[in-house]
């Protein structure tokens, strides 16, 4: 692995702001320090772990029991869920790329100072045994005084490509039962705690137990107010048209073995979404991409 790091830090490194580690066997991450910000994305699964801007708390939340392993999601963080969102039949929930090693495409600080990392994967024999499609996708991850993420899924096949996908973001907060989400007023929504009861948003999302929705149509900024904590997490989207909001609370948080006992007080998922029927096709060698940009506000 020392080859690789030293590859890696060679090629894309900049002195005193990105440099490649390995966090565990097998598991790199790229930590990023500028001026405007603290960040790490790992390359297993393009998976923002960390974002802070300078002067502030963190804002990504990642689970003291995540599991760091080849093969294994991370809780916490950005996993990126493509080419389908939630369950299929037969197939890994959340799609296959999560757990996948991107590739470093390129790396560079911006005019503005922000430091851009491009991380990208293609279909190989692995993708094509799970999904048969060609394809070629990259996420841009922008860290400054926001975090700015697009992925891009670019088809390279000769027949039309149709994904659902999320950037299923979790988010620091003080403590959830004092949190809402503004944005979602009036929003229809698949319940899955009520079997995907279609039902509508009436005011903020509040949480007193779990909540797992798929918002449909609506392509609104969401705002975390954060009470406790005394602050508000702003996620701004485009190429998306549906929004995922989630807590496992109680019952749930204890069937997962990598949530630590109390900790879904501490998060919540705002998910930027091509979901439900807001599924995308794209044409062979057209792109769609899902951006999300997270500010504190
Ligand atoms: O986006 C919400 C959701 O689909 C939930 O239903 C929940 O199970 C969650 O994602 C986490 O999924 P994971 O596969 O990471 O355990």
Same mark, same amino acid.
């Given at each position: 692995m020392t080859s690789t790091l030293d590859t890696l830090n060679t090629a894309f490194g900049i002195p005193n702001t990105l440099h490649f580690t390995e966090v565990k066997p097998g598991f790199v991450v790229a930590e990023i320090t500028t001026p405007l910000a603290s960040a790490s994305v790992a390359l297993h699964g393009a998976h923002v772990l960390s974002w802070q801007p300078a002067g502030q708390q963190p804002v990504i939340w990642v689970s003291k029991a995540a599991f760091f392993e080849p093969g294994k999601p991370v809780r916490g963080g950005v996993p990126v869920c493509w080419p389908w969102f939630g369950a299929v039949p037969g197939k890994t929930l959340h799609g296959f790329v999560r757990t996948m090693i991107w590739q470093v495409r390129g790396a560079e600080l911006d005019a503005t100072g922000q430091l851009v990392l491009r991380l990208g *994967?293609?279909? +190989?024999?692995? !993708?094509?045994?799970?999904? +048969?499609? #060609?394809?070629?996708?990259? &996420?841009?991850?922008?860290?400054?005084?926001? @975090? =700015? $993420?697009?992925?891009? !899924?670019?088809?390279?096949?000769?027949?039309? $490509?149709?994904?659902?996908?999320?950037?299923?973001?979790?988010?620091?907060?003080?403590?959830? /039962?004092? /949190? %809402?989400?503004?944005? $979602?007023?009036?929003?229809?929504?698949?319940?899955?705690?009520?079997?995907?009861?279609?039902?509508?948003?009436?005011?903020?999302?509040?949480?007193?137990?779990?909540? +797992?929705?798929?918002?449909?149509?609506? %392509?609104?900024?969401? *705002?975390?107010?954060?009470? =406790?904590?005394?602050?508000?997490?702003?996620? #701004?989207?485009?190429?998306? #048209?549906? /929004?995922?909001?989630?807590?496992?609370?109680?019952?749930?948080?204890?069937?997962? =073995?990598?949530? #630590?006992?109390?900790?879904?007080?501490?998060? &919540?998922?705002?998910?930027?979404?091509?979901?439900?029927?807001?599924?995308?096709?794209?044409?062979?060698?057209?792109?769609?991409?899902? =951006?999300?940009?997270?500010? @504190?506000?």
């Amino acid at each position: 692995m020392t080859s690789t790091l030293d590859t890696l830090n060679t090629a894309f490194g900049i002195p005193n702001t990105l440099h490649f580690t390995e966090v565990k066997p097998g598991f790199v991450v790229a930590e990023i320090t500028t001026p405007l910000a603290s960040a790490s994305v790992a390359l297993h699964g393009a998976h923002v772990l960390s974002w802070q801007p300078a002067g502030q708390q963190p804002v990504i939340w990642v689970s003291k029991a995540a599991f760091f392993e080849p093969g294994k999601p991370v809780r916490g963080g950005v996993p990126v869920c493509w080419p389908w969102f939630g369950a299929v039949p037969g197939k890994t929930l959340h799609g296959f790329v999560r757990t996948m090693i991107w590739q470093v495409r390129g790396a560079e600080l911006d005019a503005t100072g922000q430091l851009v990392l491009r991380l990208g *994967l293609t279909d +190989d024999a692995t !993708t094509r045994a799970v999904w +048969d499609h #060609a394809f070629d996708l990259e &996420l841009a991850v922008t860290v400054g005084s926001t @975090l =700015a $993420l697009a992925l891009t !899924t670019r088809n390279t096949g000769d027949a039309p $490509l149709s994904i659902t996908q999320a950037l299923h973001s979790y988010f620091c907060t003080a403590d959830i /039962t004092q /949190t %809402t989400v503004q944005g $979602l007023d009036g929003t229809p929504y698949l319940d899955k705690v009520q079997n995907f009861a279609v039902c509508q948003q009436s005011g903020d999302v509040t949480f007193s137990g779990e909540t +797992d929705r798929i918002y449909t149509d609506t %392509t609104s900024d969401s *705002l975390i107010q954060d009470g =406790a904590g005394r602050r508000s997490i702003r996620i #701004a989207k485009q190429g998306s #048209a549906s /929004t995922v909001v989630w807590n496992p609370w109680v019952e749930k948080e204890k069937t997962m =073995a990598d949530m #630590a006992p109390g900790e879904h007080r501490q998060f &919540l998922c705002v998910e930027t979404c091509n979901a439900g029927s807001d599924a995308v096709t794209i044409a062979p060698a057209m792109t769609h991409t899902l =951006a999300a940009t997270i500010s @504190l506000v």
